[in-house]
């Protein structure tokens, strides 16, 4: 079964300190990841996927498979980062992509 | 506007009505989903169509009901059987075999309340 963890539901992170938002999968083939974020009152749109090894406003992940994770990163935060942040799977085929829980991040001035 | 509509974007629903929820696109995307958003829960998806006339179920479809047919057209009917209908509803769709590459397109949602 596909599965995606984020073990956050909330993280608060001051202006300017690293952020490192967590996503573990489960998943028994090849993958391929994404992030999502939802800015307040803004539509769900997609951050970076795994497969064209993107760095968007500042954030990157890399897929560890060994760790099964693919953990986003950004070395400082901005206030205009706060948001929701979803980390999602697809597998092989036509399957649909399958969400975490989210986390919420909210980044302090 | 993102080429996903979705309307309305708040609806009112009184116990025992059905209604439904609206989702066209303009990307010619074969592919068409519904999930549900509620906090804590993150997206759970309901049903999900990849053709015109077919549609799946998806971890969360009772009570609801869909329909596709026409490739821009996939509205969700949230029936008096759904026991807890007020969420955020949201749309999305992929080109079919591009969606590991590409990801989804979503629409800006619809609010569904039960009064």
């Known amino acids: 079964a596909q599965r995606v963890t984020q073990p956050e539901k909330l993280l608060s992170v001051f202006k300017g300190a690293p952020v490192e938002l967590k996503c573990n999968y489960s998943y028994s083939g090849s993958p391929e990841l994404f992030w999502y974020v939802q800015y307040s009152r803004q539509r769900l749109q997609l951050l970076l996927r795994h497969i064209s090894r993107e760095s968007i406003k500042g954030f990157t992940a890399d897929l560890n498979k060994g760790e099964t994770s693919f953990h986003l990163k950004k070395p400082f935060a901005q206030e205009e980062d706060s948001a929701m942040y979803y980390c999602?799977?697809?597998?092989?085929?036509?399957?649909?992509?399958?969400f975490g829980k989210g986390t919420r991040l909210s980044v302090i001035a | 506007d993102g080429g996903i509509t979705q309307s309305p974007k708040y609806l009112f629903r009184k116990e025992g009505q059905n209604v439904t929820l609206s989702c066209e696109q303009n990307l010619n995307h074969d592919a068409m989903y519904w999930y549900r958003q509620d906090p804590g829960q993150g997206l759970r998806l309901i049903y999900y169509s990849q053709i015109v006339n077919d549609f799946q179920k998806g971890d969360i479809a009772e009570g609801y009901s869909v329909s596709r047919e026409k490739k821009e057209s996939f509205p969700l009917t949230v029936t008096s059987a759904q026991k807890n209908p007020t969420a955020f509803y949201l749309c999305?769709?992929?080109?079919?075999?591009?969606?590991?590459?590409?990801?989804?397109?979503f629409g800006s949602g619809t609010r569904l309340t039960v009064v």
């Open positions: 999602a799977l697809i597998g092989w085929g036509n399957t649909p992509l399958v």
């Open positions: 999305a769709s992929s080109r079919l075999g591009g969606q590991r590459n590409y990801g989804y397109t």
